[in-house]
């Protein structure tokens, strides 16, 4: 056993699954904060992997602040037309330069960028309905921290901060998560009326559970009100069939109530998100490192997309507390809720946070005695491993948001 | 007593003052992030204004993201400069004609952003040291809520949204609040060697709190490292008695820590912030709207900075369950902690709330019942004035970040 | 015969052909000057053609201020890259609703520039090499002249306007003008090493022309120096091949005079245009209407690219006065120079110039009155279809540069 | 006598002055197109100065393509509004560091832009009304030329670049280069209300003489229509004495021709140009180093400001030229009218052109023989001291449109 400062204890509260009410949020891929986390970390990861491809190891670079203005469109049943396109500017610094040798950060960052929109909001045309600029000022210089194929090493902590993970995710926090990956995966192949822009909303008040739903339907796969209303229905009824195979609480899910056919106020969209009509975007203002937003979770403010994943202690502490969360709650039986958090000490290595305190809520007539040597185990052994966290950030195998 | 949806229990857990580890954080007013929530709030302000004045309403708009890209800078003792400008970009929707009249919505925002930036980081030269730019998109038209001269109504809710609020504050919490404010007020007009961006971190476990500092140093005020390192201890022993003035707890003042006095490395800075190198920001990225960053406390993700303080729930909810939450504890006796928080119903008024909250840990030998009936009270009569909400936010009574 | 102001008379110069020296310019079509007239004026026609389109006319437009801003690039031997890309900005007006139908001027910009690069700088990848933006303010509504699929009125002159043109070319300025089109033709089919940014100088002296050429070569297509070597040979044998079948005098051809094989400075690209690596560009900084320049003859300042061709006086002047020059040199013999001028009379259609003058030298033993009313004529006549230059520069009939 | 290359011969055509049609056209000072110029000359002249106050010498830098988007405004009697700010872009290269030492490029060019405009478009708020971004990118490095505290070298022709000038002016062109100065200079001290955007069109047809003057007022300073028509009038005559007081020939003066009472379309502006409302502008566009536009004579496409005075030939042939022609014209008698060409030599040292020829019309019963080695000896004496033209141009004693 390690000398790392691990505590674990229960936690003076319910389960999160237990509480009263429980709010989820999920802003899916295509929405205007999710496109500019998804850029942002897409250039990070593309960044990271052409420093180590050209000379060796992981240089200077922090790209968490892309800034996404919203266009024009004019959407119609059958197809209409982006008016004004969408305008996203990649900020950061990365380092130019090194040895001599030019590196073309700028554009890296904008195939990052268009090889990212071509995958996940396909039916954005590179260009023309999106312009992307990058304005990526120099680096300091060469990180301290060595990653790259020679090997890596710890970080030492140049700033006080905090993650923080939880696990095992509530019914309604797995049915926010898993539904809006379940539409923008299997059932947007299928079905390419539905954009990737869709939101959900958990709302959880004792055993009731709403789900309430924005989903972006593409004007060029429906030809009328009849087909729009049918693609809603459909998303309905995908979302109502996955959320009860989750719970046996009773779940009601909403699908675009701000609608009014009547007066043809739908949520139609010519490109599959809300961006191309007035919805701006930013990096950090959505989902957290999990892929929520939890307001009766403890979370940190931290940005994690677009951070460099050798040195930023935000980015690692989020990714990793969040990691340990679950390996514990997968290794060891008997917890109904955990919570991790790590604080930094300024001047040390990451592996040895300040504090890395676990509070627990123990299932009934679980002992935390009995168990606590087996999460500390776990908790030291994934400290141990923390570079780990850089190189699954780097490819790309740990979400971010 | 209204029909209003009000719940007031105790909270599950112990007061966050006797928690055994508090984190606490505050980015001053010169920081990045602030700078970004400072302008988009004072173009929301200007905008409203304008609204009122020209067209007796508030009309559509939404200006809540600003980003900014750093600049280059320069510093040197006696007076640096800067090499390259900082560039800002206001982001947004607003309405630029209403019944044949145009508004002239970029100007507005260019003059407030100047205007504020004169105030609050009066060493940056407008147009020079930072450049601005607004693209802020035709808003929707008009708002279907009215806030003008001739009275406000209050607005429905077109989206599930959360609002949440603490008080008292906790002694840390305090300390960190207060040193900013005290900073940059009344210390920074007696050294104007101090600029604005100063950023503080609290970290209280069990009864030792340690505050540090990061305090960005104004070179023109400075002739050399003797001066520098007066300018950081005076800085270290005001946090200090002012800290000493908040708590009996032991408190421990750090500035400046990453400074390496050998090898010239300290935060020399020519504007009084970092973003003249290097430190990008973007709303809603640091403080909370009650000017904290608290991992110990719920918070809500929602940028309150810039939006439009009539009819976004978000920004309404933020702030008046922090007004509530002060109230509230002001006027009874017996708390020890409380938290409220406020859900949207869509569709209904935004004084009637899904459901009001209100958790609290009562001090000892408080009954809860005792209370319960003036705490309700309070809320209600707060719902119901929430219109008051909106007018003092335009007024700059309440602050956002 | 109208009563048109048409006058002829000799010109009191000896024809261009037979001066001591003369110098002749072009820009080819790879030219950062030239990739933004080619730009503005496919902007141009795409407004056109999509205003005809959707509303049967020619709405407001003017966009013939396209700004390139060079980027940086590391060429290299079998393939190099770009490290920062080319930035265009596309600046004008243009109506973007009419009787309540919205045109998405921005996207058929956009557009436009992308369609238009591709088939002319394809080496150039669209949004990541060279990101382009529109920057289109609203133009002032309704055109008064109409043009569209129910004919076209004669617009009104609302400007003192001048368009000069001129013809025959003389030898060297057909020379310049080929072998430009030649290089960038059937040439570049066959060696796709030789990048579009071709640029030439022919300056003649008495009997003896220089062509001095600058030729991009595109590093993909050359593994070293000899084969960059062979590349600028064949360019030049190609180029005095073409020269020496235009004419009987001496003719010397240098292709890339300014490469120093020693240190390796040579004028290798990665993209086959300046603009790359520091060129700057902007629309009307290069060629002429007639794609030259020629500093011997009178020239207009005016630019020609991406102005409306339905009503832009100097626009159409231009175009038209080197057409008339053109067809009076091809249908009357005995011409060895000839220029027309065309002056607007501000209030009268522009068919009614305030003088048409036709200047020329005719051949030796060739008496001008016996051809003048001949030549009178044809002006006439083109004055009279004047609107069939506006359908001929929508259609791509007539090159602006 | 120098073994310069100096030709002087008879021109083959008449004097301008004594030719049947003439055109001369200047585009005042607060012309769009002369904002760009002016602010890249500006930007020019502020970047040699700081060069050689920080490192002795000129580096390499060429700033000659600002790019101005034009604003929206709403004017109105009594004072108006701009709604929408122009947009500047200054694009160049600059040279950012020299062994060692950073040099603030933007920041200086950025400086030199809001002075510029202070002085010249004192309408126009820096910041608000006009935003001025620059991008600079960096220069290839050292120039090999020297200029600067240790005195100046001769530079290389390294392109094949033409200079023209002429002298002396006719009486058309004196008429409209000196009202335009006289209205932007004496006049405008003592009539606020005549904005700085004045533009003059001189027509001469034989012994008569239209001047056509577009005068943007300043709604600030005018009350009402009739107060507007005052303002006009008040331009009109003063324009027609200096006209008169400069030749014998008739003269009409007319302002603002498209002007229309009846329906209140007049030039009214807030700002005193016409960038305030669409009209877009470029350097390089407008006037030619003489400061006119002159279809009845050579003209270079070369754009003169912004460019580097210590090495780019076409701005130093210009400049040289116009300077010889108007010395010859001083010194010596008989000359009706004169222009001077120089076309360098790649590889030589520019004192050295490849040819100098000068072209003179002398006046009646001067034979060109009595007076030929005193103008060659002048021509000679002013290649012989080019590099007073760089210091010159530094100085702001030239001006470049």
Redesign the interface.
Known sequence: MSERNIRVEE????AVED?E?E?VERKGIGHPDSICDGIAESVSRALSQTYIDRVGKVLHYNT??T?L??G?A?PAFGGG?????I?V?I???AT?EYEGQ?I?V??VA??AA?DYLAEHVPELE????I?????L????GDLQEVFGEDGATVPMA?D?S?G?GHAPLTETERIVLDAERSLNGEYADEHPELGPDVKL?G?REGDHIDI?VAAAIVDNYVDGMDEYDEAVQSVRQHVTDLAESYTDRSVSVMVN??DDYEDGSIYLTTTGTSAEQ?D???????N?ANGL?T??R????E?TSGKNPVNHIGKIYNLLSTDIAETVVAEVDGLRDLRV?L?SQ?GRPIDQPH?A?VHVVPEDGVDLADIEAEVTGIVDRELANVTDITRRAIDGELTTF
Chains 1, 2, 3, 4 share one sequence.
Do not use: C, H, W
């Open positions: 936690i003076d509260r319910r509480q009410v709010i968490d602040e800034q203005v919203a024009t004019a037309e982006v008016i004004e396109p305008y500017l900020v950061g610094r130019k030019k073309p700028d554009s904008l195939e268009r590179f260009g023309t309905d312009v992307v600029e990058a304005r000022g120099e680096g300091s140049n006080t905090f923080v909303m709302k309430t109530t701000a007035g701006d975007g930013s990096v950090g203002r959505g957290r937003i307001p009766n403890s979370m940190s403010m940005a958090r604080l300024i504090v305190d």
